[in-house]
């Protein structure tokens, strides 16, 4: 959907730009991130569901290209039967419209495949729904015209949601060990390649790849927040989050923690800075992430973070 994370970078990327017209899906055109975007150049933002069949055909009547990002997430927890809903209904309408001669490119994020291929640690499960939808993406015959971006962990995600468990002078909090190396990416990079990709679709179309800007441990991330401090008296930490805490809050998150840790994702980084240097794209590093974030630009830590100058940092390029 258009407000999700992913979505947001993306428009901002595409109206930045200026050559395409973007029409965007909300369930709730009038809400507030709604808005903001339908702001921005060259945006429109219209109502529809990925879970209705009948407003993606209304959704994509006429256009270029598709992006499609699915989620598991509801207000209880993840689902994947809700998630394999929106990636199906996704998946059939791009087919048909594609059978028309009309639509020229599709772009599916799903997420970062593991080192091993072959390990028989358990995937997390919205990790297997979205490897499923890219089978069944295979399966339709779309791949000539399909862009397969599969990014690894946000840096977002360091700012948790728990109580007293974000970002600060003092900690930085993650879900693995650590001394295990984990591959994050930016949510607003995912954008710039999904607009790259649409830019230079000769280059992209019939691809897929893994996505990350970084590979360090978390004691390797905690120092990196160190070195961007002022005051270097207090060292900064790394918190681990305890299995325990997660399995109680997200199960699959619990077993997505474990797989990163035996398994890992398999970005080809040193790959993907040369692919970002002949597009002529800047990524994002973690130090200039974090330099972007509320604790360095109002120089106090613990701040919460507010709904509305999230929406307005996002759509300025920072991710906030």
């Known amino acids: 959907m258009a407000t999700s994370r992913q979505g947001v970078a993306l428009i901002r990327h595409l109206s930045n730009k200026g050559i ?3 029409r965007a899906i909300s369930r709730d055109p009038l809400n507030q991130t709604s808005q903001a ?4 150049p060259n945006v429109e933002v219209i109502k529809g569901d990925l879970l209705s069949e ?15 990002n699915t989620t598991p997430t509801k207000p209880w927890g993840m689902d994947k039967s809700y998630e394999l809903k929106q990636g199906l209904n996704l998946i059939n309408v791009v087919k048909e419209i594609s059978n028309s001669g009309e639509l020229k490119h599709f772009v599916f994020s799903s997420i970062c495949k593991g080192k091993n291929s072959t390990s028989k640690v358990e995937a997390p499960g919205h990790f297997l729904t979205k490897w499923e939808l890219e089978k069944y993406i295979y399966s339709s015959n779309l791949s000539e015209i399909t862009t397969i971006l599969r990014p690894a962990s946000y840096f977002e995600n360091f700012n948790s949601k728990l109580p007293g468990i974000k970002i600060s002078e003092n900690f930085l909090p993650g879900i693995v060990s650590p001394n295990t190396k984990w591959q994050t990416i930016a949510v607003d990079d995912i954008g710039l390649w999904a607009s ?15 996505l990350a800007s970084e590979e360090l441990t978390g004691n390797e991330m905690a120092r990196t927040l160190q070195s961007l401090k002022s005051d270097k008296r207090k060292r900064v930490k790394y918190l681990m989050i305890p299995r325990n805490i997660l399995n109680l809050l997200e199960h699959d998150i619990a077993i ?16 993907l800075k040369e692919l970002a240097k002949d597009c002529d794209i800047r990524t994002t590093s973690l130090s200039n992430w974090l330099l972007k974030q509320v604790y360095f630009s ?22 906030a």
């Not at 975007?37 to 921005?40: E, I, N, V, Y």
């Open 196 to 210: 790259t990709a649409f830019h230079n679709s000769r280059k992209f179309k019939g691809l897929s790849f893994n």
């Open 256 to 271: 997505m923690a474990n797989w990163i840790e035996k398994n890992g994702y398999a970005a080809n980084i040193s790959y």
């Open 54 to 68: 009948k407003d993606l055909f209304k959704a994509f009547e006429g256009v270029y290209g598709i992006f499609g």
């Open 20 to 22: 395409f017209k973007v």
């Open 37 to 40: 975007l339908a702001s921005l």
């Open 298 to 319: 109002n120089k106090q830590s613990n701040l919460p973070f507010d709904k509305t100058k999230n929406v307005l940092n996002i759509l300025n390029g920072k991710t």
